[in-house]
């Protein structure tokens, strides 16, 4: 509970019910699928470490935002 208070919700003016179940549901699937722990050694909950990391040029990565722009994430582009 305190996680989504201090990460998310103190972070927005929420105007009323829908907008607080929105940022509620967007945050605990940012939180549960992406977000990194260090528990895990900055990982997220559902993945596991990788092998082996290669090195990407600039073009090939994909900056995403979560809870409404609140997180970035930087990925691989899709072929």
Known sequence: ME??????LNEFIVFGKKHLDYLTVEFASYYNTKR???ERDHLPPIREAPEE????SIDQIEVRRYVGGLSKSFER???
């Open 36 to 38: 990194s722990h260090m």
């Open 53 to 56: 990391v290669e090195t990407i």
């Open 3 to 8: 996680t989504i208070k201090l990460e998310c």
């Open 77 to 79: 582009k899709l072929a």
